[in-house]
């Protein structure tokens, strides 16, 4: 079956985030969620649960842990056991109670930013510090770990916790299973947990490479903990729904508890259905979806590569966010936002949402038609050159 990702599906004047943010006039490239229709099976499962009528307290099925277990048995070759699995309705709240399982209040997590931005609030909520081993650009355009740094921090600090962005938001980067290894060779050493978000991992080139940090279990002696979720990849997140996985029972333990604490055990019927339809049979739509995106991430580079007008295109292994530079505009990346919203009518994501290393860049979304890709980008073009 063949998709359809160029129509244009109004979200104005709904329940949307992203668009009641944002004037009738405003093109919102920010918050990550896709413009595209999510695959019609889902939305055919969805609708056969719609009709019975009854949304009552649900519990979770074999076939939604079966599901998770194939999908990333197929996806990243690592067989989970069901055991290891704890549903919960997201990513962020999964984050926050490993955290709050495996640390003290006033102790250390390490982040790498430019970082998603709500690792920064939920360290802050669980009464912890952030510790930044800030990632570094190489040849212009190709972020990097700064292990060197790490291991310095790592002595100095009371760190417990890496808090890792596999695939990275928002620097696109796949990370390789040398870099990942390297990383957990140092987290050993230094006897520190390892918590992986991998909630982008399937939104890439389907011919490159991505390596789950469960490779790296047994060298790790089982410090680490992993979130997945359908939500980024087939365009779920309203339903909130994702999955903890840890493979260790005292670590699963604690975290299960602090599940229960902060109460969100409560499991919603929607993103079981969700999950599993993605799971199960919505493999091509994501292979169609993650081409569509691509192109739009080609039209973008050769857009400024044919324009030149200060905004330089970094490469995107990963995600549907391109980070862009604005370095050369010689402008906070807080005050062109606000001149693109004001005068080209366009959202993106200031890049110091994601820490200091954001100055001087922004995110824009290209999960949406390229028509609309390509007028965001023209008022853009528009902006930068009014400078
Ligand atoms: C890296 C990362 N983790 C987690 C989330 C949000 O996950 P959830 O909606 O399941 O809380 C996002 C959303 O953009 C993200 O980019």
Redesign the pocket.
Known sequence: MIYDFDAINNRRGGLSYKYNAVENDVLPLW???MDFKCAPEITSALNEFVNTGIYGYTSVPDSYYQAYIDWFYKRDGILHQKESLICV???????SATIKALTLPGDQVIIQSP??N??FSSIRNCGCETVDNELFIKNNCHYEMDLEDLEQKLSASRARILLL?NP???SGRLWSFDELKNLALICKKHHIYVIS?E??CDVRDENSKFTSMAHFYDLLENRLVI?K?A??AFNL?GL???CIIARDPFIRERIDRQVNINEICDVNPFGIIGAITAFNKCESWLIQMNKYVKNNYLFLKDFFENNPCGIKVFPLES?Y?SWLSIKDLNISSKDFCKKLYKEGRVLLNEGTEYGKGGEGFIRLNLALPKTVLNEALIRILKTAKSI
């Open positions: 918050v990550a969620d309705p997201g990513i962020v709240p999964a984050i970082v998603y709500c690792f962005c990275q938001n928002p978000d909630i982008h979130f979720s939500s980024k997140a909130q729904n994702a995600t966010l």
